[in-house]
């Protein structure tokens, strides 16, 4: 009887040992499954659960699993293949762009663009009022900022294996604030009738604009990206021209803004 006591703790102790040595496997929806894993491929981990059978392997899609921890303590996180940082090591992260129409507007701006990480990045625009084709003769002088952050459209449909493009490439949605200041001179009540009667005035206008565009990527290099945006905008436009540069509207009468733009620049 006291040999049959200790064969039962013993074999007690080696499923004990066997259960303490498992490793945890945790899903992306906080599931838990403890088991041995036997194999980490690229898109699939392989697993026994000793509990259900020794000699049946199971599987499971990495992009179901957060995090392994294993028998010894250590951890190894995944992400869904889609926006795994790791995919996009050869992408060009950083772009500058040049709006190819704002000189005729009488400015010159440029973006800079940075890759926060899969489907996000951020950008800031710098305009130089003055800078262009001054058609209107209004002496224009100043400059205009926007930033935005970028959020790039993922496919409708997940195909195992699919990736972006490029890490910047896409239609987006990108919310922004502008904010422009120049000075210019003006004709008193409009009436052109000589150089005598102009005089320097100001303009300080800011918005809020949601954009909507796409940006196309060439070759790891050359870009376009379009885009259109609404919002609101409001500050000190005496002449109500409407015109400010970052953006056109805003006006005290009618608040709404709009901004468009074609722009062409370089991945580096």
Known sequence: MERLSLT???????????????????????????????????????YL??????TILFGINKDKVNKVIFANGKELEFSEFLYDPSNYITDQKNNIKLNFLSPLFNSVNICYEKSIKPGRSFETTLGVIGAGWDLGNNN????????????IKSPDYYIRGQKFAHILKGSYIRPEIAFSYYEYSAYKNYSFIGEDERYTDINV??????NVGKQ?????????????????????DDKDFGLHKAFIGGVEEFPLAISMGLRVGWNF
Do not use: H, R
């Open 8 to 46: 039962i703790a013993f074999l007690t102790l080696i499923a004990l040992s066997k259960l303490c040595a498992q490793d945890i496997l945790i899903k992306t929806n906080n599931d838990t499954i403890n088991c041995v894993i036997k194999e980490i491929g690229d898109e699939e981990i392989k």
């Open 140 to 151: 224009e002088s100043g400059a205009f900022i926007k930033m935005g952050y970028k959020f």
């Open 49 to 54: 659960t000793p509990e259900i059978s020794e």
């Open 205 to 210: 206008m800011f918005a809020v604009l949601l």
């Open 216 to 236: 196309w990527i060439f070759e790891n290099g050359f870009l376009m990206d379009w885009f259109v945006g609404v919002g609101y905008g409001f500050g000190q």
